[in-house]
């Protein structure tokens, strides 16, 4: 396969050497070349998966998932993956085991681990829980192999934080990637990540955080608009802004959706709680207060509905670049008239974009067999010309 | 394996091409060629595996499976044939997904299918619904694939809807077809899909619908009975009479459970709720109306009450052929004096007809297996050649 | 690899014809011969994956899993040990099955049986009821097999019983094994199984009866210390006894946890609820007497309250074999400070044999893994040989 030489030429060219042995957490504490070693291998595995040839690697081993909320596109992205590669989904399911009867993370880490080769987390509920427990159990799984008592160490895959939801945000780059011919042409290019109304509370702020994180990586001019009131992790802001200084692009904040929109080649506009009530809720709970969240929780409500406003309309798509901008959302979303009365988007655009929207979710499968593959393979250009010259036909021909 | 080389003889006389690419919703849909196909390619199948042979033809790849309600037999055939085949079963659990969030049908069959190669679903507690949603399934993700969002389309799999429950009637045929020695044999034979009483209402219409529609292909002499008042859908009783017309059988009712037994070679006394009642219920339903629910159930259990004589009793079965017949059963069996007081069969009568019924069941996971592999091979007897000369065993020897 | 030259040397030495084709209830009923069978294989399938040779010996098949009760490491561990040889799990998960509906043990016995290798049954909830179970679904299947309705026969593996948890105890003994540097050290070394506080009540006796059970066959000086009233079964009991007998070893009783402590080389500290409120307890539940159960609940736990004596603290550990004896835990422990307030062992001891324990709970899917592995192949010195010859790796490398 052509193709396969010419993504293995790429990763010769790259220093990626960082993600082997290593866990996933947040893009941005990968290199440049670290994150464009995974949109390389993604495309090579996707590449190879619709030549009909398999990228089973592993012969026996599981990978873990933790789902500590409902998921339906992240549950099967991962299963995708893990099947891609000859790993087995075996879920750990809180309600069903004895975590809560006196278990710690280290040594439920250690316990599902003896046959693990990943373990893919979504824990995003609560402000500062959600990254500090993933980083739990990545410290237990490391012990773990340090004392022998694990023959190999799973890799945590983050599959969505209290803080960045990097298989989300390298799905839609690669979708970006795609759209405009390569990373090469995103130089200059404006994408604005607004906030949306919605009519429920609480949406995480997991994709605005890793957006902003991910995106002023690519010389992109990068703008966060929200209502006030609705601001974000500050440290996340921070990264953004010396992204932008570092690579290149540019980072700004503006309280108004159209001036983000003006212009814009690419628009991501979508519902979040802000950081502060979060971070306020995540007390509540401790406290197990729970009258307290439920006023809570009425205010955001109220507060949300003084911007309904906030709807991404075929008004103001028609402000954007030729009216043209690239529309994204990470589903599923509130559509205005669909699925509640008054939403995230308008229908019309909504059903315009739904093609390329299904597109953008089609990524996250590789995007996560990429992060594990190069976890796992020290020199993932090896096993892909492997792959590609035994030519295994995944279903037989 | 001489015996391979028989069966891809019997393919190749048969005209089974619409298989391919192809769902599986209605056995009335499937010309009597690719009927016929699906039951060679079952036998072929457990023929392999019986000699130890892997029919392993996917490297990777999901098999998604949706149960809109409880289910044992159904569930493990499904995973039973994915696993022969070389498939992970990854369940859509709508309770732990976004599903009830917003999604479409057709967002959420795309986002579970970037790896998947089939989607079972049973889906038959609604009339008008089940077979419905089945339809949405596959038109969004053949539209998926036309769009270029998945790369392949997974096949959908009608794991029973409110119309037919194909796996478990053509499993149910091959079982008669093996009793018989053979499909050449079963012209003339009469069989009696009746009525019988059970404690509990709104048992599914797709058993004997199902069977009705498929068994008057074989030139028998299919008769449904149920008391008056117990009809199924008009729809698939014309069906039935028009399969009976052109296959050479005949197809007649009679509200008398022994009149359907007499001389019957083969019986399936099962109950069933009535149509009418079903789809008021399910208008009930949609307006949310439980105490109108709550009533129907009540007169549908009296209605059941009044018809307590309609039991597969011994002194029913001495009056078939030769006090013979071969007594079939779905499973699991309402057995009077030991699952319920009174209902649908004697003890002693199921007793004696354990074994079969169990080797009954024993089919579907083949049937089903059959299914994918016509859907997805267009040329099933090169690949059942390839299977049978690699002769890979199925467990290490 | 020549050490799995010298695990097939070991096995040529054993007669362990008898584990083919049969299933795992209890360790007792296996020879000695038998017993170090399993470990050896284990440790054999565990140094060919240590090498990442796969040791996968199906190419489909399932692997189910019955649990009745929650579990972590149990699921896990048949999880791994089920993929590590190329099983795919299906839970039946009586909940989302039709058992409840009238579908008695033989018939689901069988109707999951199709495709199955394995089936693992955790049922240690009531006393008399578990392994009951376990042999009756045992039975089911081989009539299955017999009449033909199954192609294969699923072995049953005892994952934890009313009686004896094999998979827990010989993964335990295969950790001491280790620690002693080989079984045949294990002469006149002295183990304490004694009862600990726990402040719930109601924990299984599966393993210190599994322990006692097995523990007395290596010649071991085995004590079993409780409180009076926390009685385990008399005919574990005499198993002991007779074990002790046979092998040489001993087996006593004391109702102090120091006299048991003393100069003990391994100590096993775990609350367990006596064996006769057990038996109360089930008989309550089979009354459906709930007021009942929770005065026999309330009763325990003062009974319990009683004994807060019974910790593992550092001062008994100090009058153990130098000191330093190996502390033993089937986990999750009640650690005292930590998980509770007041439990089985100190927080300095837990801690200092955190590691440790975690190896001892490594063993188990391998110990699961042996047991499929000696009852699916009678000559498994052959199949270990081709593995290690063929070097297949686990992971491409």
């Known amino acids: 396969m ?11 060219g790259l220093d990626f050497g960082g993600l082997y042995g290593e866990d996933f957490f947040l893009t941005w504490e990968k290199s440049a070349d670290e994150i464009n070693a995974v949109f390389t291998v993604a495309e090579a595995l996707r590449c190879l998966r619709e030549n009909n040839v398999s990228v089973k690697v592993f012969q026996s081993g599981l990978g873990i998932s933790v789902f500590r909320d409902n998921s339906t596109r992240t ?9 891609l590669l000859g790993l087995a989904v075996q879920d750990l399911d809180e309600g069903k085991s004895q975590i809560a009867h006196g278990e710690t993370v280290r040594e439920t880490a250690n316990m599902v681990s003896f046959m693990a080769d990943v373990i893919g987390i979504r824990d995003d509920m609560y402000i500062g829980k959600g990254n500090t427990y993933m980083r739990a159990v990545s410290e237990a799984v490391r012990e773990g192999k340090r004392e022998g008592i694990l023959e190999q160490r799973p890799m945590v895959v983050n599959l969505q934080c209290d803080i960045d939801h990097p298989t989300q945000t390298m799905a839609d780059m690669a979708h970006i990637i795609r759209h405009f011919g390569g990373a090469e042409n995103l130089k200059g290019k404006k994408i604005a990540m607004t906030w949306a109304y919605s009519p429920s509370y609480g ?6 955080q890793g957006v902003i994180g991910l995106m002023t990586r690519f010389g992109m001019e990068v703008t966060l608009a929200h209502p006030q009131g609705y601001e974000i992790m ?3 802001e921070k990264v953004a802004a010396e992204n932008a200084a570092r690579y290149g692009g540019k980072f700004s904040k503006t309280p108004s959706m159209a001036e983000a929109f003006a212009d814009a080649d690419i628009v991501y506009p979508k519902s979040w ?18 009258e307290g969240i439920k006023k809570l929780e009425k205010e955001l409500l109220a507060q949300n509905g003084a911007h309904k406003d906030w709807e991404c309309t075929e008004d103001l798509m028609k402000i954007t670049r030729d009216g043209k901008a690239l529309y994204l959302h990470c589903l599923p979303a509130d559509i205005s008239g669909v699925s509640c009365k008054e939403g995230e988007v308008a229908a019309p655009v909504f059903d315009r974009y739904r093609s390329p929207l299904y597109k953008q ?12 593959f190069l976890g796992k393979f020290r020199q993932p250009q090896r096993v892909l010309t492997r792959l590609a010259e035994k030519k295994k036909p995944r279903l037989l021909a």
Chains 1, 2, 3 share one sequence.
């Open 75 to 83: 549950r099967f992205s991962f299963a995708g993956a893990c099947n």
């Open 273 to 290: 709680a802000p950081y502060a009530a979060m971070e306020k809720r995540t007390g509540l709970y401790g406290n197990n207060d729970f």
């Open 234 to 236: 500050e440290s996340v």
């Open 203 to 208: 949406k995480p702020l997991s994709v605005p």
């Open 361 to 372: 979710a089609s990524y996250k499968p590789y995007i996560i067999a990429a992060m594990i």
């Open 2 to 12: 052509s193709s396969i030489t010419d993504f293995v030429r790429r990763l010769d």
